[in-house]
C-alpha cells in the first residue's frame, strides 16, 4: 500500500479541518473573545512547529513504522509503552469526531432517529472501507472529496458580506489581554491539527522527499483556514454569539443570503462535512489497527480493525453515558501534560537519540 505525496496532502488537509471547524473556534472564542484569531494563529503556528519536528523523525526513519523504529531507538519495552500512548491518542480522537458527527446528524437532520443507530450506520461505512482497501482506498477518496471540500469552505467564508461588520473584532487586544489569549490558544491548539498521523502516513509515502512538504503544506493549509473562518465569525455574529454556537462554521452558512437567491448554503456544507470525518475516521481507524497489528505482532491487521471498532462501539455508548468523560476538552491534564507530551516531548526525544546514534554510525 503506498500513498501519493497529493494524496497524503488531502488526508492531512482534511483530517485536520474537520477537527478545526468543531472544536478550537469554540474554545478559543470563549477565553479570548474578538481576539479569538489571534489565539488560534498562536495555536496554529505551535502546531506548525510540531509537524515539522516529527518530520525531522520520520526523514530519519523513512523505511520504517513508528513502532519499528521506536523499539529500535529505546528498546522493546521502553518504546512500546510510549507507542501505546499515541494508540490511545487517535483512539480518543476517533471516539471524539464520532461523538460530534453523531450530535451534528442528530441536530440537523436526524432529529428523532436513536444515536446508536446513527453511530452504528457510520462505523459499518469506515469499517468496510478500511476492511476492503486499506490506506488505498480512503487516499483516493480523499482526493476526490479534498478539493471540493476545501474550496467549498473557503468560499463560503466571503458569501455573506453584507453582515460582516469590521467594528466587531475591534478593539484588538485591549479588552482581552496576551493571558486570554494565551489561555484560548492553549485550550484550542491541541484540536487544531493531528501531527502525529505523520508517524505512521510517512512510511506508506511513495516519495519521501514530497511527502514532508505536503504534510507541511496540508497543516499551513488548514491554519489559514481557521485563522479566516475565526475572523469572519466574528465579523458576522460577534463574540458574545460566537461563544454560545455549538458548531459555528456550521452556523455561519445559515447567515448567507444574496438577494435572497443564493439561501440554504448549509445543504452542501452537512454532506461535505460528514465525508471529512469519514476520512478521518477511516484514516485514525487504519493507522491504530496497522500500529497494533506491529504492536502485538499479529499479522492480520484487519481482524484488529473489527475488534478496534467493536471496543470503539462499546466506549462511545460508556462515554455518551459517563458525564465526566464531557469536560475533558479543557483539562489541565490533557492541555498542559499529555498533548504537550505526545506532540513535542516524545519526538524531541526521538529526534536526538536518532541523530546521535546516526552520527555514531558515520
Known amino acids: 500500500m503506498k500513498v501519493s505525496s497529493y494524496q497524503l496532502y488531502w488526508l492531512v488537509t482534511i483530517s485536520s479541518i474537520v477537527t478545526t471547524s468543531y472544536l478550537p473556534i469554540h474554545l478559543a472564542v470563549e477565553q479570548a473573545r474578538q481576539d479569538s484569531w489571534i489565539s488560534m494563529l498562536l495555536g496554529g503556528l505551535t502546531m506548525l512547529f510540531v509537524t515539522w519536528v516529527i518530520l525531522r523523525v520520520c526523514k530519519q526513519h523513512e523505511d520504517k513504522t513508528l513502532v519499528t523504529f521506536t523499539k529500535e531507538l529505546l528498546g522493546t519495552v521502553l518504546g512500546k509503552i510510549l507507542v501505546l500512548v499515541y494508540f490511545l491518542l487517535w483512539f480518543r480522537q476517533m471516539t471524539m469526531i464520532a461523538k460530534g458527527t453523531v450530535d451534528f446528524q442528530n441536530l440537523v437532520m436526524l432529529h428523532n432517529t436513536p444515536m446508536v443507530f446513527i453511530l452504528l450506520c457510520m462505523l459499518a461505512l469506515v469499517v468496510y472501507a478500511v476492511y476492503k482497501g486499506g490506506i488505498t482506498a480512503v487516499s483516493r477518496c480523499a482526493e476526490i ?22 467594528k466587531r473584532i475591534l478593539p484588538v487586544y485591549a479588552d482581552t489581554g496576551w493571558l486570554a489569549i494565551l489561555t484560548g490558544a492553549f485550550n484550542s491548539y491541541s484540536y487544531l491539527t493531528d501531527p502525529t498521523i505523520a508517524l505512521m502516513l510517512f512510511f506508506f509515502a511513495e516519495n519521501k522527499r514530497t511527502a514532508s512538504r505536503a504534510v507541511i503544506w496540508g497543516t499551513m493549509t488548514t491554519i489559514v483556514w ?6 469572519v465569525l466574528m465579523f458576522v455574529t460577534g463574540p458574545q454569539i460566537a461563544s454560545q454556537l455549538v458548531v459555528p462554521v456550521y452556523s455561519l452558512t445559515k447567515y448567507i443570503s444574496i438577494l435572497n437567491f443564493i439561501q440554504n448554503i448549509d445543504a452542501f456544507y452537512i454532506p461535505l462535512w460528514l465525508l471529512a470525518a469519514f476520512i478521518k475516521l477511516s484514516l485514525c481507524l487504519f493507522i491504530l489497527s496497522y500500529g497494533l497489528s506491529e504492536w502485538t505482532g499479529f499479522r492480520n491487521w484487519k481482524l484488529i480493525a473489527w475488534i478496534v471498532t467493536s471496543v470503539w462501539f462499546v466506549f462511545y455508548i460508556y462515554s455518551n453515558h459517563n458525564i465526566r468523560l464531557s469536560f475533558t476538552l479543557k483539562s489541565m491534564y490533557l492541555n498542559g501534560v499529555l498533548y504537550p507530551f505526545v506532540y513535542l516531548v516524545i519526538p524531541l526525544i526521538l529526534w536526538m537519540i536518532g541523530t546521535i546514534k546516526q552520527r555514531s554510525k558515520a
Open 145 to 166: 472529496i479534498g478539493p471540493i471540500l476545501v474550496l467549498m469552505f473557503f468560499v463560503q467564508l466571503f458569501l455573506n458580506p453584507e453582515d460582516m461588520n469590521v
Open 226 to 231: 481557521g485563522v479566516l473562518a475565526t475572523i
